[in-house]
T-cell receptor
């Protein structure tokens, strides 16, 4: 599986936008970019995913570079409840083995200051 | 949608004892995954079921570990002759067959081996 690189940690102020970067220079054409987050003492939670085009949902936006070698998860207005570890993961939708399996890295720990 | 349920939430056991964890996936999800997570790390894939068939096992799943999903609904993960290194959070996730469908995680079972 192609790997991703994320900063270990980031800080944000409450009610300000947060841009969480992810590098995936070895991404293949069939890899989708998935983001999950994990709040303290909980299992990971799906945030968003995309292939080539930018994506928006009620939780966040995903901006994907034109060459697809990097992406950015955007939280438009951070709240204290957004403090979590954010994982950027590549998933090959055509992989014939454990389709849907996610390979997690260490993610980015986001702290939100009031 | 009641979410993925895991039981128990916490388990403390003595080294050498056997333990069993249960996972109840979301009812219409035919794919079920087990992960293990240690402190400061992202979840690591252990094994995967499609309906009742166990289709893939990670090298992390030693012969002391066994997972079942007898009727394609709930699943159990058993660890025999526990070791201190087995102390971790054990996470279960499920998803549908539809392409790109996200994984839904439970809140895990935290195992402490003393």
């Amino acid at each position: 599986d192609a790997k991703t690189t994320q900063p270990n940690s980031m800080e944000s102020n409450e009610e300000e936008p947060v841009h969480l970067p992810c590098n995936h220079s070895t991404i293949s054409g069939t890899d989708y970019i998935h983001w999950y987050r994990q709040l303290p003492s909980q299992g990971p939670e799906y945030v968003i995913h995309g292939l080539t085009s930018n994506v928006n949902n009620r939780m966040a936006s995903l901006a994907i570079a034109e060459d697809r070698k990097s992406s950015t998860l955007i939280l438009h207005r951070a709240t204290l409840r957004d403090a979590a570890v954010y994982y950027c993961i590549l998933r090959d939708e055509n992989y014939g083995g454990s389709q849907g399996n996610l390979i997690f890295g260490k993610g980015t720990k986001l702290s939100v200051k009031p | 949608d009641t979410g993925v349920s895991q039981d128990p939430r916490h388990k403390i056991t003595k080294r050498g004892q056997n333990v069993t964890f249960r996972c109840d996936p979301i009812s219409e999800h035919n794919r079920l995954y087990w992960y293990r997570q240690t402190l400061g790390q992202g979840p690591e894939f252990l094994t995967y079921f499609q309906n009742e068939a166990q289709l893939e096992k990670s090298r992390l799943l030693s012969d002391r570990f066994s997972a079942e999903r007898p009727k394609g609904s709930f699943s159990t993960l058993e660890i025999q002759r526990t070791e201190q290194g087995d102390s971790a959070m054990y996470l279960c996730a499920s998803r549908t067959d539809r392409g790109h469908s996200p994984l839904h995680f439970g809140n895990g079972t935290r195992l402490t081996v003393t």
